[in-house]
């Protein structure tokens, strides 16, 4: 499923909300990116809260389906493993 969002709906959110249309434009095409992004890989490039630890999830591991990925923080979305490790990444230990 592809999110939709028109100019219009987001010329009138940023009106009464305070914020800029460009700002949400870029949030929408953040939210896109990431849809596009987890349909094509499905390892979660994830950091760490506590340690900033760069580690990747794959389908199946005990904390995969609640990982969220946030691009704006600098996580991301693996094709493979190799690609994850060589970038740096390590698996999740669980």
């Excluded at 939210?31 to 490039?45: L, P």
Aim: charged share 25%; net charge positive; proline share 3%.
């Amino acid at each position: 499923m592809k999110p939709m969002v028109s100019a219009a709906l987001l010329l009138a959110a940023a009106g009464g909300a305070g914020y800029f249309a460009d700002d949400l434009l870029h949030v929408a095409s953040a939210a896109t990116s990431a849809v596009a992004a987890r349909s094509k890989c499905n390892i979660k490039g994830n950091i760490s809260i506590n340690t900033g630890e760069e580690i990747y999830h794959v389908p199946g591991q005990k904390f995969y389906d609640e990982t969220i990925i946030r691009p704006e923080f600098g996580e991301r979305w693996f094709c493979s493993e190799a690609e994850a490790r060589a970038a740096g990444w390590r698996k999740s230990r669980r």
